[in-house]
């Protein structure tokens, strides 16, 4: 029997998408919940997962090819087998001589698992760290986490990889090479392009900026993190849950700074809903803190991990990132002095923050070595006035100067 394999429904936000891989050719076998095709869209990677075990038997979208919500990718003969398939379906498959699968401890990164397998391993009680992958790409298959559930249930270790030192990233070109590479730009790297251009010419944008001492946030982290993470189950304290807390208290007293231009209407949002910027290899994505003004200290770092580690393996929905009010982009981790971010529309406001560095400051009539960090408010000027900008960087420093003030809300 032929089952259709199609696109998955995209959200309302989400017009089209691209085929980026198959990971099944024409002739190969595949099992019920196995990761067939990945659909990219403007902002996540969907997965669509076989409906049976068979054959793939036919493919009618190519990789790089538009398609639209629930359009037809191709065709599965269930209860097939690879041996029944059309020999010249078959014949590319057996030409290939399958290479061996990475294990994730090789590279020391958390391993990407399909769905199924993600929810059988959560069942079982199985540490996906453990996890061989012999998907492609190293993916952990379904078949390996019942392979490891077995091993535990007959007291055998699971199967593993045997260690290897990592390799190191090879250069994209030889030294005294004058060639060159053309790649397609992903979906997403060309969806930011067209946001940040689009609000550099729609958005009256400016750029003010202020430093702040970050010693006694420092100093009140090296004193509690140890405990912190043993009362918040190992939950690190960051910086970010400091500046994401300022942020929503200074966003509750400069309310046009969590504002929103929606055609010739200002909308104000009665709740801080904090975009936090992080970087994946598939380029930048905003992940939004919902709610963040009723959140600890301890749930924002641990939603903010979680969107981290989500982001690595490409897990990201789009209800993850859909939405936000305001958000804080933090260039220090890579290394960034001083930056103008550029405001994420229909948003009217970012933050920028930077590299905490020792410089000597002026305290007192006297010369003092501080940590500072330089902040960074882009804001629409459309809605925004430079009081109000300013006002809103000398919250965000006033709080984090003093953290008490987030607890005593003064």
Do not use: C
Request: net charge negative; glycine share 8%.
């Amino acid at each position: 029997m032929a089952i259709e394999i199609k696109a998955p429904t995209f959200p309302e936000s989400v017009a089209d998408g691209t085929v980026a891989t198959w990971h099944k050719k024409p002739g190969e076998a595949v099992k019920r919940d196995e990761l067939i095709v990945d659909i990219e869209t403007d902002k996540v990677v969907m997965e669509v997962l076989a409906e049976a075990d068979g054959v793939l038997s036919e493919i009618v979208k190519n990789e790089g090819d538009t398609v639209l919500s629930g359009e037809l990718l191709g065709k599965l003969e269930a209860g097939a087998t690879a041996a029944q398939a059309p020999a010249q379906a078959a014949a590319p498959a057996q030409a290939e001589a399958p290479a061996a699968a990475p294990a994730a401890a090789d590279s020391g990164e958390e391993p990407i698992l399909a769905p199924a397998a993600r929810k059988l391993a959560e069942e079982n009680g199985i540490d996906p760290n453990s996890l061989r992958g012999t998907g492609k790409g190293g993916r952990v298959t379904k078949e390996d986490v019942v392979a490891a559930v077995e091993a535990k249930k007959s007291g055998a270790a699971a199967p593993a990889a045997k260690p290897a030192a990592p390799a190191a990233a090879a250069p994209m070109f030889a030294a005294g090479d004058r060639t060159e590479k053309r790649v397609p730009m992903t979906r997403l790297r060309a969806k930011v392009a067209q946001r940040l251009v689009e609000a550099q010419q729609s958005m009256a944008m400016l750029t003010t900026f202020n430093e702040v001492n970050m010693k006694p946030i420092m100093e009140l982290r090296s004193k509690y993190k140890d405990l912190f993470e043993k009362t918040h189950n190992g939950v690190r304290l960051g910086f970010m849950s400091f500046f994401v807390k300022a942020a929503t208290e200074a966003l509750k007293r400069q309310p046009g700074v969590n504002a929103s231009i929606d055609g010739t209407d200002v909308v104000y949002h009665g709740y801080q809903d904090i975009g936090v910027a992080v970087s994946s290899d598939r380029g930048l994505v905003v992940p939004v803190l919902r709610n963040a003004e009723h959140m600890s200290l301890a749930e924002i770092e641990g939603t903010i991990s979680d969107f981290g580690k989500k982001a690595k393996a490409g897990k990201l929905t789009i209800e993850d990132m859909t939405g936000g009010t305001f958000t804080i982009s933090n260039g220090g981790v890579f290394g960034s002095l001083l930056s103008t971010p550029i405001v994420n529309p229909p948003q009217t406001a970012i933050l920028g923050m930077h590299k905490i560095q020792e410089r000597p400051m002026a305290v007192n009539g006297q010369v003092v070595i501080l940590p500072m960090m330089y902040l960074a408010l882009s804001y629409d000027h459309r809605l925004i006035d430079g009081k109000e900008a300013v006002t809103f960087l000398v919250t965000m420093k006033d709080l984090l100067e003093d953290p008490a003030r987030l607890l005593l809300d003064i």
